[in-house]
């Protein structure tokens, strides 16, 4: 199987849209004290290729080959991976995307920097092939990472062109999984179990989740090199957390918050109440804990959200909350302190990151780098034939799907202004 992904910079944006003014990455300091200019390679579109002659299957990783070249020639990249195929209803849909990871010659794991994302072995292509818009994980990430911090961590995505076996595959985008990594989730080694990584899910079990929907799985420490005292150490605190948030006093001085950081909480809140993600607290979602610290969140799977999904009869509606609330975020819904610490930062976050001129320069910015890639990707796979399940609403042009974005970041900006202290 041949994978191959493309980088073109400054390439020309859709018709009918202006790039709006962007902020201008900070000069670096090169030894000597002169200032050089970072380089940009989200201005790009770049290529790659990933060849697998035994194919690839679902969760099994594939002797592959994958090469990673920049718009301007550089390698970053070439050399042996295991693939597979990964993602859940996306295994169903014909554009599948893919987990890499990087391999030396004796297939151990070895890291690389990929594109400017750091230095990793771990590494996702996903073809969008739920988000017609193409911007809306890579919004989302974005925007949490503007929230200030390396405790907002959100994955870095870069955009590609694929490919596969030889024939043209579309629109990817080259990005981070989430894992306990310096460039990623940066919380220390422990052998107590004091520092963790977990994710939201249904299927695969580390802990029984008492408030909200399914359990918590291990990211880091891995299952398969847990030890018991770690194990212990994460499900106390877990279980320690879930009677705090489902106990008769849950604000007192060892309730929610001795446990729970309530600024990333009420910032997961606002961005994925923003979004109207459909997967919020369902599944997915990302809590993580450093040595001594406490809980803190990171998005994931935004790509049903922004109104697409007319799931139930409400997640398409831009004037109302997402109908799912569990204890984990409804406890402390019920605090006027919380709803008062949310308005403020809403406020604050309108006017920076936030501002609705600022969240449509992103999308400005992310079309004038995919250019011309957009109309070869739906032509390849028409945007009016993409659905799920028949719970997306219609489309009939990328076009059309560009202004039902851009029209949902107005109207659902304009909305949590006026009620985002009633949530």
Known sequence: MLLLVACIADAERPAGHEPAAVAEPAPEEAP??????????????????????????EEVKTECSLSIVSEGGEVHYDGPVGAWVRGRSSRSVPKHQYGVELWDATGAEMKADLLGMGDESDWILNGQWFDRSLVRNKLGFALFQSFGGKERYAPELRYCELTLDGQYNGVYTLGERIKRDPDRVDVAENDLGDSFVLKQDDATCFHANTTTHGCWKLVYPSENSITEEQARGVEGWLYSWEQATLGSEPFAAEGIWA?????????????????????????????????????????????????????????????????????????????DEFHARMASRWAELREGPMATEAILAHIDAYQSTLGEAIDRNFELWPIEEINYGGYFYEVSSYAEEDARVRDWVETRAAFMDERVGDW
């Open 32 to 57: 000597g004290g002169v200032e050089v200019e970072p380089y940009d390679y989200d201005a790009e579109l770049c290529q790659a290729a990933l060849d697998c002659p035994s194919g690839v299957t």
């Open 259 to 335: 446990y729970v950081d309530e600024d990333s909480m009420v910032d997961i809140v606002l961005l994925e109440e923003f979004v109207k993600n459909e997967d919020f607290a369902w599944t997915s979602l990302h809590s993580w804990k450093d040595e001594g610290g406490k809980i803190h969140f990171t998005p994931w799977d935004l790509d049903m959200g922004y109104g697409v999904f007319l799931y139930y009869d409400s997640y398409g509606d831009p004037y109302s909350w997402i109908d799912y609330r569990p204890d984990m975020f409804a406890v402390p819904g019920t605090s």
